[in-house]
């Protein structure tokens, strides 16, 4: 049973993809990083979510495996007082190009 409306995660990519104030953020460790990611990403891993630095007024897009660890880390960034954070769901829905 899942308790949270997932993203569309292709429609997502491909705003991200019209929008040149976003970032695209995969919030997965390094190795599942490694292992594919949606082309254009950055790397931040959940765990190292609180030293971002990205400008305020920048959109970041974020994502993960499933969607758990993206909405986890938007609330923090929200927190640090990013207002244009949103998670757009799991790499496991996406079903574009991967890069490695």
């Not at 765990?47 to 630095?53: A, D, G, N, W």
């Not at 920048?58 to 949103?86: F, H, P």
């Amino acid at each position: 049973m899942c308790f949270f409306r997932q993203p569309d995660i292709q429609a997502e990519v491909e705003a991200y993809r019209n929008r040149p104030d976003a970032f695209l953020v995969d919030v997965r460790e390094p190795d599942e990083f490694r292992s594919g990611h949606i082309p254009g990403a950055l790397n931040v891993p959940l765990s190292e979510i609180r030293q971002v630095t990205f400008p305020k007024e920048k959109v970041l897009c974020l994502y993960c495996l499933r969607g758990t660890r993206s909405r986890r880390a938007a609330s923090i960034l929200k927190q640090m007082g990013y207002e244009q954070v949103k998670s757009i769901g799991g790499i496991v829905r996406y079903h574009g190009q991967l890069e490695r």
